[in-house]
């Protein structure tokens, strides 16, 4: 996969990259994927606190989880596309909530079995 990850500037990326290109997609032949996920380490030095951010996006909605203080912000996007109301501690959200978590811990990858690694410096 990391081969072809940035063959649009020709640039090489690790074996290891845990990603598949989005070239097919702007170039309008590929297929849509059901999920996406994106991981993202936030050092103090970016916002003042570490923050570890993991997000799973499905075409309905979007959950992101700050993995070291539990916080966390889930949007229904097809009702909230311009992600206003947060419904992560709303009641009437929790079976949603807990399929998305799922679908972060199900993850695959050394990154979601060493949360504590960097995926990158921000």
């Not at 990259?17 to 050092?43: C, K, T, Y």
């Not at 997000?55 to 206003?84: C, I, Q």
């Not at 998305?100 to 990158?120: C, Q, S, Y």
Request: include cysteine; hydrophobic fraction near 35%; charge should be negative.
């Amino acid at each position: 996969m990391g081969a072809t990850f940035g063959t649009r500037k020709g640039v090489e990326c690790p074996d290891d990259i845990q990603s598949q290109s989005v070239l097919p997609l702007v170039n309008g032949a590929g297929e849509s994927r059901d999920m996406a996920f994106s991981e993202w380490h936030l050092l103090p030095i970016r916002c003042g606190v570490d923050m570890q951010l993991r997000t799973v996006r499905t075409k309905t909605h979007k959950l992101t989880l700050e993995l070291g203080s539990g916080a966390g912000e889930m949007y229904n996007l097809v009702d909230d596309p311009a992600e206003m109301d947060n419904l992560f501690d709303d009641p009437g959200s929790v079976k949603v909530r807990k399929e998305l978590e799922n679908m972060i811990k199900a993850r695959p990858g050394l990154i979601r079995e060493t949360f504590n690694d960097p995926v990158g410096i921000a």
